[in-house]
């Protein structure tokens, strides 16, 4: 399935004290919410998942219980990115073996490394599942290692199989470049909301939200209304994505998207330490934001 429109980076649903992965029936009702919204792709495991605070074991499990609720009915791609080539490699593999429709692959983070090393573990990585697409995952701000466009134009001919990338960045110069060393057929997602209306009209093949794990409504309105060629729409749908991330901390408190689930009836559960939960204060904030957006018509009244 061709991977295009709103694809939503996926939380991980845990168990309320965030040590183990909660029970499948939280994944089902998840996953179920997700396919009534009508978006376009699932990212599972990557940072809004929680996936490098999971388990190798833990997050191939993920990406089975995906596969299980969403796989032949929207993309699946799997974030296989990790610190170390063999255990990208390995969680790779595993995609390929459940049938994902591709995978996402991180820079390697914490050290410190040149193009050549990036580009080895990439080479490694994709030529260890030839038959499937490959997405780089580019999150600077996170990762410390950052793709870079002669990176791209090295891989592209290197490894068939690397299709695309996830931009995590509110760079729009450097997604163009990007685009440039990938060629026309290089699909890139931008995977900053503060610049989905831009990313888009400049080329970007579509979105990767972690706002959208929760709020999905406003993303997408954002985007039909750009395939729609309504400018005006969309500029008032960027307007409210904007309100979206205020109220949402866009993805620097997971515990807030979990939340706002929970408002809308959805059980997830909590946050990994050592990410934390919301205090009583900032609890009381987002139910007031999430009745607020009920009242503008941003989101449904409730979720069954």
């Given amino acids: 399935m061709e991977l295009s429109g709103v694809v939503v980076a996926c939380i991980t649903p845990l168990s309320q004290d965030g040590l183990s992965l909660a029970r499948e029936d939280a994944f089902a009702a998840y996953y179920r919410f997700l396919l009534q919204q009508g978006v376009h792709g699932v990212f599972v495991c990557g940072t809004t998942g929680e996936g490098p605070l999971l388990s190798l074991d833990e997050r191939k499990k993920v990406a089975d219980l995906a596969m299980k609720y969403v796989g032949g009915r ?21 995609a390929a073996s459940i049938g994902a429709d591709g995978i996402a692959v991180v820079t390697p983070f914490f050290y410190p490394l040149d193009e050549e ?22 999150i600077p701000s996170f990762a410390r290692n950052e793709v870079s466009a002669s990176l791209i134009a090295r891989l592209r001919p290197a490894c068939p199989n690397i299709v695309g990338m ?68 969309a ?11 205020a109220l949402l901390g866009d993805g620097l408190n997971l515990a807030a998207f979990k939340a706002a689930l929970r408002i809308r009836g959805i059980s ?14 900032e609890e009381t904030r987002l ?11 941003y989101v449904a009244s409730q979720v069954a």
Avoid at 117 to 138: E, K, Q, W
Wanted: overall charge positive; aromatic content about 6%.
């Fill in 235 to 245: 500029r008032r749908a960027q307007d409210r994505m904007h309100e979206v991330r």
């Fill in 117 to 138: 090393a990036i580009f080895r573990h990439y080479r490694t990585v994709a030529g260890a599942v030839p038959h499937l697409p490959v997405y780089l995952y580019n």
């Fill in 287 to 297: 139910e007031r934001g999430m009745a607020d957006f009920r009242l503008r018509g």
């Fill in 74 to 94: 929207i993309p699946v791609i799997v974030h296989a990115g990790a610190i170390t080539t063999d255990q990208a490699v390995d969680l790779a593999r595993h």
């Fill in 166 to 233: 996830k931009h995590s960045d509110a760079n729009l110069v450097r997604l163009q470049e990007f685009q440039q060393a990938g060629g026309p057929d290089f699909a890139i997602f931008s995977g900053s909301d503060a610049v989905a209306l831009a990313a888009l009209t400049i080329g970007a093949r579509g979105c990767v939200s972690g706002n959208a794990s929760a709020v999905p409504e406003v993303l997408l309105a954002l985007y039909q209304a750009v395939r729609a060629g309504d400018l005006e729409a």
């Fill in 268 to 281: 997830v559960g909590g946050v990994r330490a050592p990410h934390r939960g919301l205090t009583t204060e």
